[in-house]
């Protein structure tokens, strides 16, 4: 169990470049990475506003020369004191992401991206190529994969219970964006644009969650091929998509299928992922984080249980308070982080044995998602055919 005793020697000193004053996804950045005192933020280039950043920077508590007004000098300037930053978090726009990342790299800080890492996957494999020269640590901010009950799934599935698995269905199917919302809302606006956002809008930005998730609870299944056809119920949203379907198939024979939409009507998350094997079924729901089913053929269901005994010890790792109490996305966003640091202080050490079981949500994965929506869209764009991948 995580009990608040610091995991590190040293916090780690940490920037931003994004998540400002009007970010949702900035404070949950924030609140993360300051836990477990991993990391200790002293630097920021917060907001595209110079100004406008400086004030909520201080606001937190940064030194006012600290509060840069963009990422180069942000990166320039502290690499020129010997108290500068030794990690920073992309919390920006998607179609910053590479630019920012690579510049980070290139000053020889690890790094912690929003996703999508990048759009191409050519981009995503300089990124890997330079985490692997400069030796930094680049994680991706696949905040669900942080919640326990997913790592129970994984040591189940990895023990045999499910058997063979034959079977993985995926979603991420909401309903906010039923209607044109964006003509409104400035900070949905970006997200339906191709300018800011890349080739597609709902595979990139929900669908490669539960590809994820899916990924970690069966890392050794990998998509052979794939059919994609999307839709754009909101005509102004063309080309990019606000639903979406693809069905795959598995290295090992199994198939899957994804569902991703922004228009699903009276949805509020909708993300499930369910793995169906030869013995028995796991499914994992978002909006009941807690709670993991398990059905095996001809006995009752099971609802395991987050933070109980019977639970495997990967999975009562991640624990930070007893079973009965609720935990939410904040706790699972904190376990990333205090993942990522974990991994940032065994780079710096070059413990390679260490790093070499360690799991997080890593440059490769990010790579990976990245090549997955790529085919999404060639599939999608060429007439809904399969393609190899």
């Known amino acids: 169990m995580i009990n608040g005793i610091k995991p590190l020697e040293h916090s780690l000193r940490w920037g931003m470049v994004g998540g400002g004053g009007t970010s949702q996804i900035g404070y949950i950045h924030r609140s993360a990475a300051l836990r477990d005192n991993t990391f200790t933020l002293v630097a920021g280039a917060f907001d595209i506003d110079a100004a406008r950043g400086q004030a909520f920077g201080a606001a937190l508590g940064v030194a006012p020369e600290r509060c840069y007004p963009d990422y180069e000098s942000l990166f320039a300037a502290e690499a020129a004191r010997p108290?500068?930053?030794?990690?920073?978090?992309?919390?920006?726009?998607?179609?910053?992401?590479?630019?920012?990342?690579?510049?980070?790299?290139?000053?020889?800080?690890?790094?912690v991206c929003e996703k999508p890492l990048c759009f191409t996957t050519q981009e995503a494999d300089e990124l890997e190529r330079l985490s692997i020269?400069?030796?930094?640590?680049?994680?991706?901010?696949?905040?669900?994969?942080?919640?326990?009950?997913?790592?129970?799934?994984?040591?189940?599935?990895?023990?045999?219970?499910?058997?063979?698995?034959?079977?993985i269905?995926?979603?991420?199917a909401h309903g906010f964006h039923h209607e044109a919302v964006e003509l409104q809302n400035p900070s949905t606006r970006w997200r339906v644009d191709p300018r800011f956002v890349g080739p597609s809008y709902v595979?990139?930005?929900?669908?490669?969650?539960?590809?994820?998730?899916?990924?970690?609870?069966?890392?050794?299944?990998?998509?052979k091929r794939l059919l994609c056809a999307r839709q754009s119920f909101i005509a102004s949203r063309a080309p990019l998509e606000d639903n979406a379907y693809v069905l795959m198939e598995f290295s090992n024979g199994a198939v899957g299928s994804m569902w991703a939409s922004a228009v699903n009507c009276g949805s509020m998350h909708g993300q499930k992922i369910r793995v169906v094997g030869s013995?028995?079924?796991?499914?994992?729901?978002d909006e009941q984080p807690n709670q993991l089913r398990y059905e095996v053929q001809g006995e009752p269901?099971?609802?395991?249980?987050?933070?109980?005994?019977?639970?495997?010890?990967?999975?009562?790792?991640?624990?930070?308070?007893?079973?009965?109490?609720?935990?939410?996305?904040?706790?699972?966003?904190?376990?990333?982080?205090?993942?990522?640091?974990?991994?940032m202080d065994a780079a710096d050490r070059r413990?390679?044995?260490?790093?070499?079981?360690?799991?997080?949500?890593?440059?490769?994965a990010g790579l990976a998602g990245v090549r997955w929506v790529e085919n999404c869209v060639r599939s999608a764009d060429a007439g809904a055919v399969w393609v190899d991948c």
């Open 83 to 111: 108290d500068g930053i030794q990690a920073v978090s992309v919390a920006t726009p998607n179609n910053t992401h590479f630019s920012i990342c690579r510049a980070a790299l290139l000053a020889g800080l690890h790094v």
């Open 169 to 172: 269905n995926m979603q991420f």
């Open 133 to 167: 020269e400069k030796n930094k640590i680049v994680g991706v901010t696949y905040g669900y994969a942080g919640h326990q009950l997913i790592h129970q799934a994984r040591e189940m599935i990895a023990a045999g219970e499910l058997g063979d698995i034959r079977i």
């Open 351 to 364: 413990d390679t044995a260490f790093l070499s079981d360690f799991w997080y949500p890593d440059v490769h």
């Open 279 to 285: 013995r028995a079924s796991l499914e994992w729901w």
């Open 203 to 223: 595979l990139g930005d929900l669908a490669t969650h539960p590809l994820f998730i899916a990924e970690t609870m069966v890392p050794d299944l990998h998509v």
């Open 301 to 343: 269901v099971r609802i395991l249980e987050r933070g109980m005994d019977y639970l495997s010890a990967r999975a009562r790792a991640e624990d930070r308070i007893g079973g009965g109490h609720p935990e939410g996305l904040f706790e699972a966003w904190s376990n990333l982080y205090r993942r990522f640091a974990l991994a």
